[in-house]
């Protein structure tokens, strides 16, 4: 149980473009959704945090205006990344939790962007 | 605010040794500790956690105690695998919101 998918797994874009990643939950309902970007050989960096029906909560030093999170329902996030350049090239992964006593969060398996 | 410290890696052991992966935490709550693993090409998954002192996590061999009195959860196996090469993130969860660790690449010889 508790699986979380996003697709693509993978996409490569031209810079200016827009691109938008898909996070399920398939066999639950997720409270919450989290959007981490991970950069080579490094730690994730939570980029935000949304609640079905409501706005994301970005972390400092996120646009919200670039990467546009939206989450419809409490099986389904996305995160769309506007006029993207080389430098949004990166690994992003998203998390649901179900809001159980320890908050535990499930992982998709990232969507690798790259930006020419 | 929230923290995590690991160890840096990376670590190369051969088939069946001990592992050892220090972890420290810094929190202003009483957090939920967690390791992740990341193996090759494929997300995070959950290999064990902690809710509260004295829990022990475990998980595929692995083990993990939640220390107050040292702000600690080490992650050690007694006997690795080939099978266990992958990347080790500690993480502490307060109130939903994770923190990780740097993360540490464990790499296991045959």
């Known amino acids: 149980g508790a699986v979380v998918s996003q697709h693509p797994s993978r996409v490569i874009c031209k810079s200016g473009t827009s691109v938008k990643i898909e996070c399920r939950s398939l066999d639950f309902q997720a409270t919450t959704m989290f959007w981490y970007r991970q950069f080579p050989k490094q730690s994730l960096m939570l980029m935000a945090t949304s609640n079905e029906g409501s706005k994301a909560t970005y972390e400092q030093g996120v646009e919200k205006d670039k990467f546009l999170i939206n989450h419809a329902s409490l099986t389904l996030s996305t995160l769309t990344v506007t006029s993207a350049h080389p430098e949004d090239s990166s690994f992003y992964i998203c998390?649901?939790?179900?809001?159980?006593?320890?908050?535990?969060?499930?992982f998709g398996p990232g969507t690798r962007l790259t930006v020419t | 605010g929230n923290s995590v410290t690991q160890m840096e890696g990376p670590v190369t052991l051969s088939e069946e040794a001990f592992l050892t992966i220090n972890c420290t935490y810094t929190a202003t709550g009483y957090p939920s500790l967690f390791w992740y693993v990341q193996y090759p090409g494929e997300g995070l998954q959950l290999l064990l956690k902690?809710?509260?002192?004295?829990d022990k996590g475990s998980n595929k061999g692995f083990e993990a105690t939640y220390r107050k009195e040292t702000t600690s959860f080490h992650l050690e196996k007694g006997s690795v695998q080939v099978s266990d090469s992958a990347v080790y993130f500690c993480?502490?969860?307060?109130?939903?919101?994770?923190?990780f660790g740097a993360g540490t690449t464990v790499t296991v010889r045959a």
């Open positions: 998390s649901a939790s179900i809001q159980t006593s320890d908050y535990e969060q499930y």
């Open positions: 902690a809710t509260k002192a004295d």
């Open positions: 993480a502490l969860s307060d109130f939903g919101k994770l923190s």
